[in-house]
């Protein structure tokens, strides 16, 4: 059987031949298709792209971040994670009119508390949503709590599922969530999960969305006593930013590596009490990084 990376190098052969080009928010143009889907079967490996080097240490704690409720790019900067800066310190620079460097802002953020709170958090996002949903009469729903009990006590629900997508919050948020809505499905003891993206960076964002959908995947079944099945993703709006395009042609010249394994060391007592020191990623043996500059 082919390698199953070749799922998302086809993708990116597919967007640069048969992308259809769009004006998009950014202005960066993309080429892009529409509703598209990958299968990876996580018992035979974690879905780490092996044709360019992932930061997976970055990925993990990025999942870790959301799992932990918090909406402010404070402890992702205390960890070393820069992916999110970019929004915040646009929304700084546009309200002051002030021209601070990337690096004075974040220094800023971790140590100022006051400036923390006022231009480092990033809205309802993702955390929010996930952990603290607040109902029409004030009512805080866990989502995720309640995947972990609905998987435990009702294996065969269909309405295994948790989304982002709060309508009423979305004005707030810095950006609206990409990988929006999850459900899960068990098995002959396997837990398999779907994610549902409507937009998708297919160079830089895609590679981090499976490496997170795949972990979380393993650390559900780890808590629930269930084996690891398929991680499904599931893309609406599929895009290769065009000049990202270059990048895209160099990572198609790379033959995939076998994929790598996910160990987790330690079963903490609930799936809130993962420690990034817990996971280790095995066998990573992949191809050099390739950059490429993230539209904000
Ligand atoms: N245009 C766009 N693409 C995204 O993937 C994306 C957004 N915006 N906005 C919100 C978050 C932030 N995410 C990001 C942002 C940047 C990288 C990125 O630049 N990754 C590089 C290197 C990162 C580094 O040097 O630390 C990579 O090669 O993976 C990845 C995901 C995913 N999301
Ligand atoms: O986890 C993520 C987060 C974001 N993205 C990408 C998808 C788009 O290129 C932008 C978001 O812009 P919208 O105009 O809100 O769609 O970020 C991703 O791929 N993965």
């Known amino acids: 059987m082919a390698h199953p990376e070749y799922q998302y190098l086809s993708l990116l052969r597919r967007l640069i031949d048969q992308g259809v080009a769009r004006v998009d928010r950014t202005g960066v143009g993309t080429k892009a298709l529409f509703g598209e889907q990958m299968r990876f079967d996580l018992s035979a490996g974690f879905p780490l792209l092996t044709t360019k080097k992932i930061f997976h240490r970055q990925a993990i704690h990025e999942m870790l ?3 932990s409720g918090d909406t402010s790019i404070r402890p992702l900067l205390a960890n070393k994670v820069r992916i999110w800066t970019d929004w915040p310190l646009a929304n700084y620079r ?17 140590a ?14 993702y955390g929010k949503q996930w952990r603290r949903w607040q109902g029409p009469d004030g009512r805080v729903i866990d989502q995720i709590q309640d995947l972990v009990d609905g998987i435990r006590t009702n294996p065969t629900s269909r309405r295994l599922l948790f ?3 709060n309508v009423a919050d979305l004005p707030d948020m810095a950006l609206p969530p990409c ?6 499905f068990v098995a002959d003891g396997k837990l398999s999960g779907l994610i549902f993206q409507r937009s998708a960076d297919t160079l830089l964002g895609l590679p ?3 490496c997170e959908g795949a972990l979380l995947i393993h650390m559900l079944a780890h808590q629930c006593g269930l084996d690891v099945g398929d991680l499904v993703w599931q893309g609406g709006d599929v895009h290769l930013y065009l000049n990202h395009v270059p990048q895209a042609e160099e990572q198609l010249t790379r033959a995939p590596r076998p994929f790598p394994q996910l160990v987790i060391k330690r079963k903490p007592d609930s799936l809130f009490d993962y420690r990034f020191e817990d996971f280790e990623i095995t066998g990573y043996d992949p191809h050099p990084h390739i950059k490429a500059d993230v539209a904000v």
Do not use: C
């Not at 990988?179 to 899960?184: K, L, P």
């Open 163 to 165: 989304t982002g997508w």
């Open 179 to 184: 990988h929006m809505t999850y459900q899960f």
């Open 94 to 110: 546009k309200k002051t009119g002030e021209t601070i460097s990337q690096e004075d802002f974040e220094a800023r953020v971790l």
């Open 208 to 210: 981090w969305n499976l």
């Open 65 to 67: 971040w959301f799992l």
């Open 112 to 125: 100022d508390d006051a400036f923390a709170a006022q231009w480092g958090d990033l809205g309802p996002v």
